[in-house]
């Protein structure tokens, strides 16, 4: 048991998937998993563990922003020896290319957060997906007839930023979405030499205003959930 996850050893799966909205979690764990058990309730931070297609998957929700990711995916790791990490969030386009309800797959995280530069000594670090679920998920997608988008994301640590065109700059460099988490996940992945991947789908887009509602976000976006489990059992 860690000092934020009530689990005890063994009820944690060695694929987990990681929704920041708990809610989520659970909508997962009753929709998509036979026999899920509830493994924690700290914070009201839930987790569960099931079967999808008759293996063990896991689902746990991360809260929101990179410090707390951090500690779910720090304690996880070390904690309860989970092997592959998939985070399934939403994210803000900026490309005119994605689209509301898109489902984009991260090959890298660029970030405005601190951390690295804190954990790095100032020193710049790449933090980049797992190739072998990369792909993985990049052909489900595809076998599905769905239109997959792969690329650059931001991390972000701010919500509501002082600048509304700061966006801009990172779109002109290639990056295609904005979300709050991937970029510790991925570094703290490589840390532990475990496989992570960030699944996301458009909530809203910084170009044309456009966004789903809450009930949406936390029930309705089942492609990218879909490609998220067929990946952490293959």
């Known amino acids: 048991m860690s000092i934020h996850i009530a689990a005890k050893p063994g ?35 839930l987790g569960y563990t099931g079967l999808y297609k008759g293996r063990r998957v896991s689902v746990q929700g991360t809260g929101m922003g990179i410090p707390s990711i951090s500690i779910y995916a720090h304690e996880l790791f070390r904690d309860y020896g989970v092997q592959r990490a998939i985070r399934i969030g939403t994210a803000g386009s900026i490309r005119e290319n994605v689209r509301l309800r898109d ?83 991925y570094t703290l992945a490589a840390k532990y030499g475990r496989e992570a991947l960030c699944l996301l789908t458009i909530s809203d887009s910084l170009i044309t205003h456009e966004q789903t509602s809450a ?11 879909e490609v998220a489990l067929e990946t952490a059992i293959s």
């Open 215 to 225: 009930e949406e976000r936390q029930t309705a976006f089942t492609r990218m959930m």
């Open 103 to 185: 489902l984009v797959l991260a090959v890298s995280a660029c970030t405005d957060s601190g951390v690295n530069s804190i954990r790095f000594g100032g020193k710049s670090y790449a933090p980049t997906a797992s190739f072998t679920l990369l792909k993985t998920a990049y052909d489900i997608a595809l076998t599905r007839g769905w239109d997959p988008k792969a690329g650059p994301i931001v991390s972000s640590d701010t919500f509501y930023t002082e600048d509304p065109d700061e966006w801009k700059l990172w779109a002109k460099f290639g990056c295609l979405a904005l979300e709050m988490e991937c970029a510790e996940l």
């Open 11 to 45: 009820e944690i799966a060695e694929a987990i998937l990681l929704p920041g909205d708990p809610l989520r979690a659970k909508f997962i764990a009753e929709n998509f998993l036979e026999k899920p058990v509830c493994y924690t309730q700290v914070r009201n931070i």
